[in-house]
Every structure is written in C-alpha cells, then in structure tokens.
C-alpha cells in the first residue's frame, strides 16, 4: 500500500500551523496584561511556551523553513517574557519539574485531536 507522502506532510503542516495559531494567540494575550495579572499568568504563559516549543520541533518534521520562522517567533516572545521578569520553573538540578515535558507533549496531542473533532464535526 502506497502513502501519499505529500498530503500527510500537507495535513501535518495544517495541523502545526493550527497549534501555533492558537498557542501564539494565548502568549501574546498574557504578555498584554497589566503587570500584576501577567505574573499571576506566568504557569499558563510557560504552558504556551513549551507547546510552542513542541510545535517548533514538530514543524521541523513537515517543513524546515517552517520550524526557522517560529523558532524565531518563539525566541522573540520569550525575549519579550522574559522582559517583563517571566522565569522558567526550574527544580533543584536546574531542570523543568518532573512530568512536565510530558504534559505539554499531551497538550500538543490533545490540540491535534480537538482540531480532528472540530473538522469531522
């Protein structure tokens, strides 16, 4: 059986393109607010990071081009993140908490199934 490379990498591109939409959107809302209610955000902002982060590495997969254009998206929005005093958690070795790379890559699989549902729907 034969697979059509170049629709799955056409349909994969769909779908990274629909993620980074809606996470891009998310950081920069959260990086408008007032100082006070932007720090109060700073576990939602991380979690659009890292699935921002996730969809870099993903649209590499489909698109190398496409992986440049948003790592340099995603450089510049934690620049402006981080600007506004947002940090990264970070547990006593210096490295993400524990399960909390695997919770973004569900969040990324979750937004792929929702995007799934919505056009079936």
Known sequence: MHVDQTGQKAKGKEYVEA???NAS???NYYLSLSNDRFLQSQNDCIRQIMIMQSTCDVAGMVSPQLEQ???KQLNNLYTLYHGRGG???EDS???FPKGFRARVQGAFSGA???QDRAREG
Request: hydrophobic share 30%; proline share 6%; charged share 35%.
């Open 19 to 21: 993620v980074w939409k």
């Open 25 to 27: 959107q998310y950081l």
């Open 69 to 71: 254009k948003y790592q």
């Open 87 to 89: 940090r990264m958690p």
């Open 93 to 95: 070795r210096g490295d």
């Open 112 to 114: 792929v199934q929702r």
